[in-house]
């Protein structure tokens, strides 16, 4: 496989951005591909090569890289103007949509990121409960500001930073963490500090450090100890919302979160956050109440619009049905192949609806366990992948996705891909 051009430009690019690169995930060794295009299931780079893509940016494609009715509605947004910096009939009929399939988000607010979403429920928690402790689960990624960069997932655990330089020791002193899956440490910690914590904010199904599942009933025991404590909880979706389900992990699970986070699929490939939740908390936020959150590209059209096309073909195209059968099928494959090479003991295949991950290790339960993983083994896998034509996000502990745009030849390479890579590091 040639790679001359992306070679090339990264050693200006190591010039240019720290590490070479715009975000750290990106940091692959010994260096990245550079993208020239992407359409439907597929990524080309510069130098030619294609690949099945099942990093799909880390989430948001759930219909795949270009798809035409959202292309067609930004187009036609564009025609009528991409930033107006007032109020918008998309913003008003989006928020209703995004209501049917959240109802617990009875107000909201329209960002531009996951970490803006979490950064404004945060604040939201603390201004409406008057606390300053928040508690987060282990490996859990919020997003890279401070007060949830501590023992973070994604790209801060693949780099080894989960507590990142910079952020003060007074506002880290102020995020408690608890393992995932482990009621016990909850109500524990929620009893140690009674009165002192606004919220807990987690992801309902990990997706920042390879999918962890949660155990049976964890997330209604979740829900019920913070009622008791009078604890909010967030139920962070940016990964999760209208992709484990249209109604997201809280309608697939049926645990409703008192604020819901929302980002990637939202913005159907552009910028997006929101936040929301009940209207007593939501009515805290500026200009109605004293939490002040603002932002030029708040609810910009352009973002609203291609999230509405998103959503609007989940709707009409039945989407979750298919993807989610493709993700068993492929669940059922990648079983058969580790069956098959007799490393059952090594690898462990995960995941859920159209999320999945291979973990080079026994399935883990917390971010404890999954730091167990062999990563290096991973590594080498990955690299192999990429030579058989399919595109993982570069680490264990990110999730791989799949896309309405991935064919029956495209599920058939990756599980082929996988047969050989995992052969080959055996
Ligand atoms: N929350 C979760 C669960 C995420 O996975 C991410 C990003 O991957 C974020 C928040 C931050 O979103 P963004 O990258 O849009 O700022």
Not at 175 to 182: A, G
Not at 278 to 285: N, S
Not at 404 to 412: I, N, R
């Amino acid at each position: 496989m040639m790679q001359d051009q992306s070679a090339q430009l990264y050693q200006e690019a190591k010039t240019l951005f720290p590490g070479g690169v715009s975000s750290p995930v990106r940091a692959i060794k010994p260096f990245p591909f550079f993208t020239k295009s992407a359409s439907g299931s597929h990524i080309t780079d510069v130098d030619g090569n294609q690949y099945v893509d099942c990093c799909l940016a880390y989430g948001p494609l759930i219909l795949g890289h270009g798809h035409p009715a959202v292309r067609e509605a930004i187009t036609k947004q564009l025609e009528s103007g991409c930033l107006y910096g007032t109020p918008s009939e998309a913003e008003v009929e989006y928020a209703r949509k995004i209501k049917t399939y959240y109802p617990g988000m009875q107000m909201l607010r329209f960002v531009n990121t996951g970490t803006e979403a979490t950064m404004g429920a945060i604040r939201a928690a603390r201004g409406f409960t008057g606390r300053d402790k928040i508690v987060k689960i282990e490996g859990g990624f919020h997003g890279a500001h401070d007060a949830v960069l501590v023992k973070a997932g994604s790209g801060a655990a693949t780099i080894g930073v989960p507590d990142s330089l910079g952020v003060p020791v007074d506002v880290a002193k102020n995020t408690l963490q608890v393992p995932y899956n482990d009621i016990q440490a909850l109500e524990e910690t929620l009893s140690a500090h009674e009165g002192e914590i606004a919220c807990l904010i987690m992801e309902p199904v990990m997706g920042n450090m390879g999918p962890i599942l949660p155990k049976d009933m964890y997330l209604r025991a979740v829900r019920n100890v913070t009622k008791e404590h009078d604890v909010l909880l967030i139920f962070d979706e940016v990964i999760t919302g209208f992709r484990i389900s249209i109604f997201g992990a809280q309608g697939y699970y049926g645990v409703e979160p008192d604020l819901t986070t929302l980002g990637k699929i939202a913005g159907g490939g552009l910028p997006i956050g929101v936040f929301g939740g009940r209207k007593d908390i939501m009515e805290t936020v500026a200009p109605q109440g004293g939490v002040y959150q603002a932002g030029t590209y708040n609810g910009n059209p352009l973002s609203l619009t291609a999230g509405m096309a998103t959503v609007e073909v989940l709707e009409k195209e039945n989407v979750h049905h298919k993807v989610n059968a493709k993700g068993r099928a492929l669940w059922q494959s990648l079983n058969d192949v580790v069956r098959g090479l007799k490393m059952e003991d090594q690898v462990t295949p995960t995941g859920i609806a159209s999320m999945f991950q291979l973990f080079f290790g026994p399935q883990p339960e917390n971010y404890e366990q999954a730091l167990k993983a062999d990563k290096v083994r991973f590594m080498k896998f990955w690299q192999h992948m990429l030579q058989n034509g399919v595109f993982f996000p570069p680490s264990q502990f990110e999730t791989n996705f799949l896309s309405l745009a991935h064919s029956q030849a495209d599920m058939e390479q990756i599980v082929t891909a996988c047969k050989k890579s995992l052969a080959v590091v055996k």
